[in-house]
Each structure stands twice: as structure tokens, then as C-alpha cells.
């Protein structure tokens, strides 16, 4: 391996004590494979085993944490007991190869999909139209109640508790991406008027929820991490002023990470005082030392990897560079760098060895990814 790439399988121990064996984290994946009901499938088994060769760390699918918020098909669920046989299943294979199993916990909010939701009745923090995965429409959801907010904390709690039966490592409260968490720290979605129309009111409630089931039930180095959106596009929506007042609150609980949902780990803020200033970097400097910061956002080679630990990133996660290759941190492991493979190839004969649904999504472009023009 040369000498410059050493930083990147470097460990890291987190605050309560466990220890990644590198700074690799396989991103949450979207793969929509998973039974109907959200139980573990086999191909989501040998997709995840695919993919977690070579991490320290992998987190697992967005997994909903009741059926009222889910918002994919094929979306995973840690929502009741007849999960747990197959989530015991997925942590074991993804600590097989000595990585650390961190499953993401999930609401949908208003991004949840009517058609999975009991009656169509879709819940968010006020009464919004949005879109949902795969729509070209948009669809209604209405403002939860106070019973029904302080059910959603519990369900996050509910959730920890199966995560810690199942066996996990660790879960990762997502609190990012337009779904629920996000929704209530959001201008653009919270309009209440009770306690909860304070941004950070939800996002408190659920960390603490959280840390009192892992003190209930779980071994002290169970990992907690949150995961976060630092600027949205809507306007009013959440500035980088908000997402520091986040992250200054988040800091102060004993977390174990924090987790940077970015397209692109160098971009810059768009606007506000911190305009046209790294956000990676800003979001470092807030963190301050007390715990690692993964950052993400288009990774595909050793490079951009290594610009990433540059720019404030401790963690560099990988998404749709591991979706395109597999053996991408092996590669670089082997200073076949390359050979890593950085463009979605359409004529591929192995497909990537993608999921069909997700190699579909790739060829027509569904998502930003690098394309090999195929004549």
C-alpha cells in the first residue's frame, strides 16, 4: 500500500470505547429489496455481504420504525417483533468480516408513501404536499398530533430496543434526507404552534429516547450515531446557522457520531453568513473534537477520499462508489487504484452486481452517478 493512502485504514475509536478498524462506512444503501412485509430477504443478505468486505463500519438500509413511515418499496423494517430473525441475521453478516454493524433508524414523515401507509394517512409535522420516492406527484400528509409525535419517539426507542436483540453493533438515528426528524428541525415542513415547533425540540426528544434504551438495555459501547442534512434548498428551510445550533446541542449528549448526508463532500454552503464556505470543514470545526464526523458525498476514488479527511471528514462513508464497485477499498488496500471502477457501465455483463431494481435506476439515471457512454 503506499504510504499516502495509510490514513485511510487507520483506526478510530469512538467515545464509548469501540473501535473501527478503518475509516471506511459503507453508506446507508436504498436498495428496496427487502420482503414485503420488511423482513431481511435473502438477495438484501447477499447484497449487504457484497458490499461489507472491506468497511470498518456499515450501516444498514433506512429501516422504518413503524409501518406509518414507510417510504420505499421493498423498505426494511425495525418495527416488530417478526423482524427480528432476519435482522439477526443481517448483523451477523455484516461483523463477519469484522466491520461494525450500525442500523439506521427511520421515520418517512411526509415522504412516506400512501400506498404502503395504513389508510393513506400520512403524518408529518404539519399539513404538507410533498413528494415521495419514484413519484413524479406530489401527495398530501397531514400534521401528526401530540399523541401520535410522542408515539414516534417511542417507536425510535422501540427500534434501539429490537437493535440491541438483534445484535447490532450500533444504530444511526436518521435525522436527514426530508424525512421525519428533519421535517420537525425544517421551517419549510414545521409549522406547529405546541412545544414541537421548536426546531430542535424533536431531534432532542428522540436522542434522549434513545440513549435511555442503550443505558436500559444495551452494553456501554453500543454505538449511537445521528445522522444529519446541514442545508436544504427550500427556502425558508435549514440554513448552516441552524444546522450549527444542531450540532452544538447534539454534542453535549454522549453520542458516538455524527453523520454529514452531503451529494458532494466539498461543496460549499449556498448561502447566509457561512456562504461559499466548505461545509464539511465548517461542520468539523463545530463538532470540535467530540466525536467523529463521517462525511460522504461523490467518493469513487482514493483522491477524493483522501481530500475528504483533508477538508474535516474522520470517517469517509461510501454509497454509490461502493454501488459501482464492491472492491473498492480493496482495491486501494492492493494499490490497484487503478483499476476501481468509477463510471456506471450499462453493457456491463455482471451489472455491477447490483440488485436489478437498483441497476435499473442507475441506467435511466435515477440518480447523479458517472455514466461510460456506451456507443
Known sequence: MEQRFKSLFESITFPNGKTIKNKFVLAPLTHTISNEDGTTSEREIEFVKSRTQDVGMAITAASYINIEGKAFPGHPSISKEADLK?????????????????????????????????????????????????????????????????????DYGRATELAIRAGFDGVEI?????????????????????????????????????????????????????????????????SMELTERLIKMLIAYPLDYLHASLMDIQSTTKEGKYAGE???????????HQMPLIGIGSIYSVDAALAGLNSGADLIALGRGLLLDARLVAKIKENKTEAIIRQFDSKREDKHQLPIELWHLFNKSAFPIPKKENE
Not at 113 to 128: E, F, Q, R
Not at 129 to 145: L, N
Not at 278 to 286: A, D, G, H, Q, S
Open 278 to 288: 466548505k461545509r464539511i470543514t465548517l461542520l468539523k470545526r463545530w463538532v470540535n
Open 86 to 154: 432476519g435482522l439477526k441475521r443481517l448483523a451477523q453478516t455484516i461483523k463477519q468480516n469484522g466491520a461494525l454493524a450500525i442500523i439506521q433508524i427511520h421515520h418517512g414523515g411526509a415522504r412516506a408513501l400512501p400506498k404502503y401507509v395504513p389508510n393513506g394517512d400520512v403524518k408529518a409535522p404539519s399539513d404538507i404536499e410533498d413528494y415521495g420516492y419514484g413519484q413524479s406527484q406530489k401527495h398530501s400528509s397531514r400534521a401528526m398530533t401530540a399523541e401520535e409525535v410522542m408515539q414516534s419517539i417511542k
Open 174 to 238: 436518521h435525522g436527514a434526507n426530508h424525512y421525519l426528524i428533519h421535517e420537525f428541525v425544517s421551517p419549510h415542513y414545521n409549522h406547529r404552534s405546541d412545544k414541537w415547533c421548536k426546531a430542535l425540540a424533536y431531534p432532542k426528544a428522540v436522542v434522549e429516547e434513545v440513549l435511555n434504551v442503550k443505558t436500559s438495555l444495551a452494553p456501554k459501547d453500543f454505538v449511537i450515531g445521528y445522522r444529519f442534512s446541514p442545508e436544504e434548498a427550500e427556502s425558508p428551510g435549514i
